[in-house]
């Protein structure tokens, strides 16, 4: 079965400083895609970065980056510079179709 | 271009009745998921449509709940008789193609049984 964890129910960061938010996943495939999602108080749930398995350069996406470890199965988020307006549910998920129980950052003025 | 759109955004009805949640996925887009956040827990699959057919529909978590998509385009997802349980955030997402990151997801509907 596959699993997706996110450890920290709850994050907070310093406007301009930088945060990390944790996820492990677990799987059988070899070849998969992991993605981070951003829910705001709005409720849209956007898509913030993606990663294809086989590609070991981690994806970047402006301020926000990932660190893929895929031997131990890590994907953490990094947000740099961060912004009142990144403030939101972060969710990790894993193809196929599944989904981290979200970690909720505030970003403190 | 409009994105996905849900409706309601929030329904509150008693325990027995009935429920209808309905999506609109981009249009264009064969590929209609449903899922479920209860509070506090994850968000669940409940299940896959490819244009009116469905893909998947191993999340659903029983017959209480019917989907349907007709035509291929909206999809309802129903809940009859609703239970406490079933209270929680129904989202829907759609893509273009099964495997593209699913990018594109609505708003959601917040249900609340009492």
């Known amino acids: 079965a596959q699993t997706v964890t996110q450890s920290q129910p709850e994050m907070s960061v310093q406007e301009a400083e930088t945060v990390t938010l944790s996820c492990t996943y677990d799987?059988?495939?070899?070849?998969?895609?992991l993605f981070w999602y951003k829910q705001p108080p709005s409720r849209q749930m956007i898509l913030v970065i993606r990663q294809e398995a086989y590609k070991q350069q981690n994806a970047t996406e402006n301020r926000f980056s990932v660190n893929f470890q895929k031997a131990a199965k890590s994907f953490s988020l990094k947000i740099s510079d961060s912004q009142l307006g990144d403030a939101a549910m972060y969710f990790c998920?894993?193809?196929?179709?599944?989904f981290g129980k979200g970690t909720k950052l505030t970003v403190n003025p | 271009e409009a994105g996905v759109t849900q409706f309601p955004s929030h329904s509150v009805i008693e325990k027995g009745q009935t429920v209808t949640l309905r999506c609109d996925p981009i249009?264009?887009?064969?590929?209609l998921y449903w899922y479920r956040r209860v509070m506090g827990k994850e968000i669940k699959f409940l299940l896959h449509f490819v244009k009116e057919s469905k893909q998947d529909e191993s999340g659903m978590p029983n017959n209480r709940f019917l989907a349907e998509r007709t035509g291929g385009t909206y999809s309802t997802l129903k809940v009859q008789p609703a239970e406490l349980e079933d209270s929680g955030v129904y989202f829907c997402a759609s893509s273009q193609e099964i495997r593209t990151p699913l990018q594109y997801f609505g708003p959601g509907t917040r249900l609340t049984v009492t």
């Open positions: 249009s264009g887009h064969d590929n």
């Open positions: 799987t059988s495939e070899s070849d998969y895609y």
């Open positions: 998920a894993l193809e196929k179709l599944v």
